[in-house]
T-cell receptor, first 114, second 113 residues
Framework: GQQLNQSPQSMFIQEGEDVSMNCTSS?????WLWYKQDPGEGPVLLIA?????ELTSNGRLTAQFGITRKDSFLNISASIPSDVGIYFC??????????????FGKGTLLTVNP | DTAVSQTPKYLVTQMGNDKSIKCEQN?????MYWYKQDSKKFLKIMFS???????INETVPNRFSPKSPDKAHLNLHINSLELGDSAVYFC????????????FGQGTRLTVV
């Protein structure tokens, strides 16, 4: 099956710094999604990317769908303490019919020091 | 006004027992999922239902049986629980038709002792 390589595995940064994380896959995806998970909660969708080359922003977050459709990155600018959490990339493939499956990366644990 | 709600939030049970987790979404979505998150936080899809029809079954042991009485509900029943079933189980939904912005529930932390 599809595999996603997400890096880095963890990051420790100072408040105010910018952050970048990325995902690469061995195969093509139709859609890339970025989620954030807080402790004890379910993942929350941050940004969805539907077209190769698409660059989308959501506040201080910016994500891009790679031209090859095999990669995506997420940038967070001017980090704040509440950015702490686990960030997941997810890629969606269409396996036929209504079979749309999300494959998740292993997550990037972000710690922001005030 | 919780969009995707699942119960219970915590479940502690002994090996060999049978248990169920319930999920309901009030978003009018066509597609619902069950995901398993292990102790290393890896999220893996287990099942997907579209309009009450099973679409994806990711080689999950047949001790796990999803049931969708209507498109707003997707329950997960687990028979003969094993220690390795301990994990956080997430229900999710999306509009279907290739629109993959999945909304997740809060999760059910299952601990098998």
């Amino acid at each position: 099956g599809q595999q996603l390589n997400q890096s880095p595995q963890s990051m420790f940064i100072q408040e105010g710094e910018d952050v970048s994380m990325n995902c690469t896959s061995s195969s093509i995806f139709n859609t890339w999604l970025w989620y954030k998970q807080d402790p004890g909660e379910g993942p929350v969708l941050l940004i969805a990317l539907y077209k190769a080359g698409e660059l989308t922003s959501n506040g201080r977050l910016t994500a891009q769908f790679g031209i090859t459709r095999k990669d995506s990155f997420l940038n967070i600018s001017a980090s704040i303490p509440s950015d702490v959490g686990i960030y997941f990339c997810a890629g969606q493939e269409n396996s036929g019919g209504s079979n749309y499956k999300l494959t998740f990366g292993k997550g990037t644990l972000l710690t922001v020091n005030p | 006004d919780t969009a995707v709600s699942q119960t219970p939030k915590y479940l502690v049970t002994q090996m060999g027992n049978d248990k169920s987790i319930k999920c309901e979404q009030n978003l009018g979505h066509d597609t619902m999922y069950w995901y398993k998150q292990d102790s290393k936080k890896f999220l893996k899809i287990m099942f997907s239902y579209n309009n009450k029809e099973l679409i994806i079954n990711e080689t999950v042991p047949n001790r796990f049986s999803p049931k969708s009485p209507d498109k707003a509900h997707l329950n997960l029943h687990i028979n003969s629980l094993e220690l390795g079933d301990s994990a956080v189980y997430f229900c999710a939904s999306d509009p279907g038709q290739g629109i993959s912005a999945a909304f997740f529930g809060q999760g059910t932390r299952l601990t098998v002792v």
